[in-house]
């Protein structure tokens, strides 16, 4: 493995350390990544969560979620249609249903204010992303610490 000690003068130390500073500063007000990377892994806990649920309505609506790639959310297309048993029906209702249960549509479990399987998720995925994110980081100032100056 190559050396990769940064030798400096003390008149670049100032220079060397401002850009190092940059480097980091940079990659960590970039998080747009991070956040994407993130609602991924807690819709994929979702998803998980879903297929644990006795209600088919659960696995319907998770399947039809997405995150798109612009977006640190996980979001349910509105216009979007699940099908069951041959009927095609607008998610929204089953969504809610399938999350929070009711009082009055039995298909879909008891009423649970906690949700069921998309709300537990934000307590069940792990931090991984964060720590990719970080590693990365952590990466750029190593691989390029000095932007200009060598």
Do not use: C
């Not at 509105?78 to 929204?92: D, I, Y």
């Not at 298909?107 to 994110?133: K, M």
Request: glycine fraction near 10%; proline fraction near 7%.
């Amino acid at each position: 493995m190559a050396d990769r000690t940064i030798r400096t003068t003390p008149e670049q130390l100032p220079a060397v350390s401002r850009s190092i500073v940059a480097t980091i500063s940079d990659a960590l007000g970039d998080t747009k990544k991070l956040r994407h990377d993130y609602a991924l892994e807690l819709l994929r806990q979702a998803q998980r969560n879903a297929t644990r649920r006795p209600t088919p309505q659960a696995r319907m609506t998770a399947s039809v979620m997405r995150v798109p790639r612009d977006k640190g959310a996980v979001l349910g297309f509105p216009g979007t249609r699940v099908t069951s048993f041959g009927v095609s029906k607008p998610m929204g209702g089953f969504s809610f249903g399938s999350e929070f249960g009711s009082d009055t549509h039995r298909q879909f479990g008891p009423r649970n204010e906690g949700g069921y399987w998309l709300t537990p998720s934000l307590e069940q995925v792990d931090d991984t992303a964060g720590e990719r994110f970080l590693d990365n980081v952590l990466n750029r100032v190593i691989n390029d610490p000095v932007r200009g100056i060598r």
